[in-house]
């Protein structure tokens, strides 16, 4: 995510990307949305979700198609290279010789290619090119240095929820009363935890044991193994469906305390960020779709994954927002099972649901950190420089990680952390981004490949018109969830 052109890596079936995707959007997000759902009200919520699914998944078309865009132009610099060399060696010959080989620089790539026999389809997309290489492909010096900023401060935003979501998991675990006599109790920070320790003093305990832990690896290199991914993925899912059965057990037997309002405004702008958070992916696609061995079956994947991820997100959030009551959801919707024995009373289990977010996301942190980094470095990157060791290795790791771990001992609200995150950071990656980048791919490759040769992995939204639609959209939604949080603040 850095920005370059990366290796493949191993190639998956279609299914297995089908998997991977859902894997890679469904993830601490989900678990802030059930209350987000009951501070909206489950008709607006319904609504909007669907709205922000069909919003992703056409950005989600277009950075495929940029994909597609950037594998073309890749192809076509190649060949002009290898038509130059040739050139080079063969500047001996005749002055009619050096004419009837520059020829064919004035055509279009089509007809270059296919004069050396069989045709090869320029669109294919077997490079992985990152979001940040496609930027510096179609986007000029000052959209590259956008494009940077905006993914720095969405990748700060998802560390400071990281570094908020652990010590609030380990805090609650620790201070709650799990002796089943607390059940439908939400404490206050101000409470005790352990002797004269309030539950506000273990949440900055646990911090600082978590930064001391986790930090140094911003230091280094981390990448997360194939084991380790199918664990956590194992752990999450096991979790997920437990909380779901658990809540439809509850209600089912007619004990649910939920009674969600169909609707109420004041709780829509925070809705908006935790959906787009929730919803991202677009940052990785590459990675993603890039290894999918047969990709004639892209479209109907992605098409495939978005039904299923809508329908999970609804069943979580309404069996939630129906199974508790509103004013005692948690911002992380796994601590709701901890201390209420009336929905599960195993303690091993409890101490499983309060607990797996520790694991999963402490596993994420270092990844997120070090790609933070590496942008860092990218962004800050001049041709032919390098970086004094001082600054590699010590100002880099030190700008990533004090940051977010500020944020967290500034607040643990995790709702807004994910809200602010995602209506700001998260709509420049998961709208404004990809619309840009397929404007500009299509505008680049016209003088290449002429008009005649059709993407085959264009977007169904191929207009012009949606592309703007989603720049209206974004600003549109920037300028509500801007003018919402100042009229609050004018409230206080």
Same mark, same amino acid.
């Given at each position: 995510m850095a920005g370059g052109i990366t290796e493949t890596g191993e190639l998956y079936s279609p299914y297995v990307g089908l998997v991977y995707m859902f894997n890679l959007i469904v993830g601490t997000g989900a678990l802030t949305m059930p209350k987000a759902f009951a501070q909206a009200g489950w008709a607006v919520s319904l609504a909007l979700i669907s709205f922000l699914a069909f919003m992703s998944y056409m950005t989600t078309t277009f950075v495929i198609e940029a994909m597609a865009a950037a594998n073309a132009q890749l192809r076509w610099k190649r060949r002009e290279q290898e038509e130059v060399q040739d050139s080079d060696s063969t500047s001996d010959y005749s002055d009619d010789d050096v004419r009837g080989r520059s020829e064919p620089e004035t055509r279009p790539i089509l007809s270059v290619q296919r004069t050396g026999g069989g045709h090869v389809d320029h669109f294919d997309i077997v490079e992985r090119v990152?979001? *940040?290489q496609m930027a510096s492909m179609f986007f000029n010096k000052v959209g590259v240095n956008m494009f940077y900023i905006c993914m720095v401060v969405y990748l700060y935003g998802d560390l400071a929820i990281y570094a908020a979501a652990v010590p609030i998991s380990l805090m609650e675990v620790a201070c709650g009363n799990h002796s089943c006599s607390a059940g439908g109790v939400k404490y206050d920070d101000t409470d005790l935890c352990w002797g004269p320790v309030t539950r506000k003093?273990?949440?900055?305990?646990?911090?600082?044991i978590f930064t001391v832990m986790l930090g140094p690896f911003v230091f280094f290199d981390a990448q997360k193994t194939k084991y380790l991914q199918i664990l956590t993925s194992l752990m999450r899912w096991i979790a997920f469906t437990m909380m779901i059965i658990l809540a439809l057990i509850r209600i089912g037997k007619d004990r649910g305390? *939920? &009674?969600?309002r169909m609707a109420q405004i004041s709780g829509v702008p925070n809705l908006f960020g935790v959906c787009v958070y929730s919803f991202m992916c677009q940052h990785s696609l590459p990675s993603l779709v890039t290894p999918i061995s047969d990709k004639r079956r892209v479209g109907t994947l992605v098409v495939c994954d978005y039904v299923l991820i809508l329908g999970f997100y609804g069943l979580l959030s309404f069996t939630a927002i129906f199974c508790f009551n509103s004013s005692l959801l948690h911002d992380m919707y796994t601590l709701n099972f901890t201390d209420n024995c009336d929905v599960l009373d195993i303690p091993a289990l409890r101490y499983f649901l309060g607990l797996f977010p520790v694991f999963t996301i402490s596993t994420n942190f270092p990844i997120i950190a070090v790609t933070l980094r590496n942008n860092w470095k990218t962004l800050f990157h001049r041709d032919g420089g390098t970086y004094p060791w001082v600054?590699?290795? %010590?100002?880099?790791? !030190? %700008?990533? !990680?004090v940051p977010p771990i500020i944020?967290?001992?500034c607040t643990h609200n995790l709702e807004s952390l994910v809200g602010i995150t995602g209506a700001y950071a998260g709509t420049g990656i998961q709208y404004v981004i990809p619309a840009l980048l397929v404007y500009y791919g299509r505008r680049h490759l016209v003088p290449m490949l002429g008009t005649d040769e059709v993407n085959k992995h264009r977007s169904?939204?191929? &207009?012009?018109?949606?592309?703007?639609f989603v720049v209206v959209w974004a600003t549109f939604c920037l300028m509500f969830v801007t003018a919402n949080i100042i009229l609050e603040d004018t409230k206080k």
């Open positions: 990152e979001m *940040g003093d273990a949440y900055k305990v646990f911090l600082s305390e *939920g &009674h969600p600054v590699d290795r %010590i100002v880099f790791p !030190l %700008i990533t !990680l944020v967290a001992f169904p939204f191929r &207009h012009t018109f949606w592309v703007w």
